[in-house]
């Protein structure tokens, strides 16, 4: 839940707006270690609000909110969840008086744990995950799960080639007969291809149909090279080659093609050529390393 949707829910005053799985109520900030555990909760569901100023009854009760109150709230955050999770946090006023907003993403990095726990949002309650629930959550992370919908609030739909966008469409209507509509809004069709969120589009749609990626994302590259033998020691070539995936594999193909040995085999019938290795085999590890790299890292291509 976004603070905007909390605000429009409400009419007249908090106590039409229940706790649930996505917004807790806290009377006061003097509890950081429950507010870091549904902080976390919220970051390993589908994330959500903490208000604090409100009680169990929805009663705005409202407190003093200095800027130690936030500073205290963001490094108990940063202090006590591993991975280390951000929250944004702001001052609002609710039937004239202040309460404090603690606003949380469903993550992209999940699961975390908050004192070393990890706990997932069940109704209003902080229910610890279970070791299946972890393990599969910490599996889908590993191999790269999660990074293609980190969301870029710094990209705009004018950073995407809305030409691909729809040429996509087309074979994707084709090839495997989709129902998408090549008359859509572009950031209409990318929501539906869960490439952008609540207007804000994802890591994945820079990826797949971004006209510069590497301006966002340097070290989503690939470097190809041929050797001269096992030790790597020469260079006979190379290349390092960007811009979408689409595109890096394309030209990798072409790398590939460039330098693979290809042979004839002869028999009865006629010749025909062949390659040293199944080149559908290259084909799919290709694939593989474009889509499981891991899209966190930006220490190397």
């Not at 191999?143 to 609030?153: E, K, Q, S």
């Not at 025909?272 to 694939?287: C, D, G, N």
Request: hydrophobic letters at 40%; one cysteine or more; glycine letters at 4%.
């Amino acid at each position: 839940m976004q603070i905007s949707d909390f605000l429009k829910s409400i009419t007249h005053n908090v106590k039409s707006w229940a706790e649930s799985d996505c917004l807790e109520w806290k009377e006061s900030t003097s509890d950081l270690k429950s507010i870091v555990n549904t902080v976390a909760a919220f970051a390993n569901t589908n994330g959500g609000l903490v208000v604090c100023g409100v009680n169990d009854n929805g009663e705005v009760t409202g407190m003093m909110v200095e800027d130690s109150t936030l500073r205290a709230i963001t490094q108990a955050i940063l202090a006590n969840t591993d991975e280390r999770l951000t929250a944004k946090i702001e001052k609002l006023t609710l039937e004239n008086k202040t309460v404090l907003i603690v606003d949380v993403n469903e993550s992209p990095l999940k699961p975390h744990l908050a004192y070393g726990k990890a706990y997932k949002r069940m109704g209003t309650s902080n229910v610890a995950l279970s070791q299946a629930e972890y393990r599969q959550l910490l599996a889908h992370k590993q191999n790269g799960h999660g990074a293609d919908r980190d969301l870029l609030d710094q990209l705009s739909i004018e950073d995407l080639d809305i030409a691909s966008i729809y040429k996509f469409i087309d074979l994707a209507n084709f090839k495997r007969n989709s129902n998408f509509s090549t008359l859509a809004d572009p950031l209409d069709v990318l929501t539906n291809l869960e490439l952008a969120h609540n207007g804000i589009l994802t890591k994945a749609a820079l990826l797949l149909f971004g006209k510069n990626p590497q301006k966002h994302l340097p070290s989503a590259e690939m470097r190809v090279a041929v050797f001269q033998d096992h030790s790597m020691s020469v260079f006979l070539d190379q290349d390092v080659i960007t811009g979408t995936i689409f595109n890096q594999f394309d030209r990798t193909i072409e790398f590939i093609k460039k330098h693979i040995f290809l042979g004839s085999n002869t028999n009865i019938i006629g010749s025909r050529s062949s390659t040293q290795f199944p080149f559908v085999a290259m084909q799919e590890i290709l694939v593989n390393a474009l889509i499981h790299r891991d899209y966190h890292d930006q220490s190397s291509s």
